[in-house]
C-alpha cells in the first residue's frame, strides 16, 4: 500500500484557515487522495479526495501538487468542532485485487484554540 | 436511511467468551469493510466485503474472527474464545464503490475483561 507522511498534530485558531499538509512521494499514476476525519467517540467520516485537480466542497479544499507527491487539506475557517484526527489516505483507482480498502496511518491530530 | 448502524454499541466480556457484532450498511451499498480500532491508533483494516463475497481478508484476522454477509445486505463479526488484546472498538463502513465516499458507524466497543 502507497504510504503517506502527515504531522503527528497541529494547532490552530478559531476562524482562521487550516492548511494540514500530506507527503506521498510514492503515489503511482492511479491512486486516489483520500482525507477522512475522526472527531473524538465517532467514527471517521469523509471529508473529501481527489485524483489530479484541486477539489472544493462544503467542508474543504484539496490542493494537489502538480507531480502529486503532496496535497494539503485546507478549512477555510476552522471553528471548534473541526478539531479531529485528519487522515490522508491513498487507495489504487484500479481493479488491483488487494487494493480496494483505506489504509489509515496516524493522522494529524488537529488542536483550534478558541 | 440513518446511516451505518452498529449493535451493540458497548460491549464486555469475559476472556473465553465468544462475541459477535452486527452492522447494517446503507442499503444500497454493496461495499462493506470491517476496521478495529485500538486508543491512540488509526483504524486497521480487517475484512471486507463487496455484496455477499469476502474479497479480503487482513492478516490481523486471526482464526478465532470470522465474518459473514449472508445476503449482502448486513454483515456479522464474530470473535471466538476471546482474549484481552482484543479490547478494541470494532467500525463497520459502506461504500457503493470502490474509490467513492465510505460512511462509518459509530463502532462497538468491545472489552475483554
Redesign the interface.
Known amino acids: 500500500d502507497a504510504k503517506t507522511t502527515q504531522p503527528n498534530s497541529m494547532e490552530s485558531n478559531e476562524e482562521e484557515p487550516v492548511h494540514l499538509p500530506c507527503n506521498h512521494s510514492t503515489i503511482s499514476g492511479t491512486d486516489?487522495i483520500h482525507w477522512?476525519r475522526q472527531l473524538p467517540s465517532?467514527?471517521?467520516?469523509?471529508v473529501i479526495?481527489g485524483l489530479t485537480s484541486n477539489v472544493n466542497n462544503r467542508m474543504a479544499s484539496l490542493a494537489i501538487a502538480e507531480d502529486r507527491k503532496s496535497s494539503t487539506l485546507i478549512l477555510h475557517r476552522a471553528t471548534l468542532r473541526d478539531a479531529a484526527?485528519y487522515?490522508c489516505i491513498l487507495?489504487?483507482?484500479d481493479?488491483i485485487?488487494?487494493a480496494?480498502?483505506?489504509?489509515?496511518?496516524?493522522?494529524t491530530r488537529l488542536t483550534i484554540n478558541p | 436511511d440513518t446511516g451505518v448502524s452498529q449493535d451493540p454499541r458497548h460491549k464486555i466480556t469475559k476472556r473465553g467468551q465468544n462475541v459477535t457484532f452486527r452492522c447494517d450498511p446503507i442499503s444500497e451499498h454493496n461495499r462493506l469493510y470491517w476496521y478495529r480500532q485500538t486508543l491512540g491508533q488509526g483504524p486497521e483494516f480487517l475484512t471486507y466485503f463487496q455484496n455477499e463475497a469476502q474479497l479480503e481478508k487482513s492478516r490481523l484476522l486471526s482464526d478465532r474472527f470470522s465474518a459473514e454477509r449472508p445476503k449482502g445486505s448486513f454483515s456479522t463479526l464474530e470473535i471466538q474464545r476471546t482474549e484481552q488484546g482484543d479490547s478494541a472498538m470494532y467500525l463497520c463502513a459502506s461504500s457503493l464503490a470502490s474509490n467513492t465516499e465510505a460512511f462509518f458507524g459509530q463502532g462497538t466497543r468491545l472489552t475483554v475483561v
Open positions: 486516489y477522512y465517532q467514527g471517521p467520516e469523509y479526495h484526527v487522515y487507495m489504487r483507482g481493479m485485487q488487494g480496494q480498502k483505506l489504509v489509515f496511518g496516524q493522522g
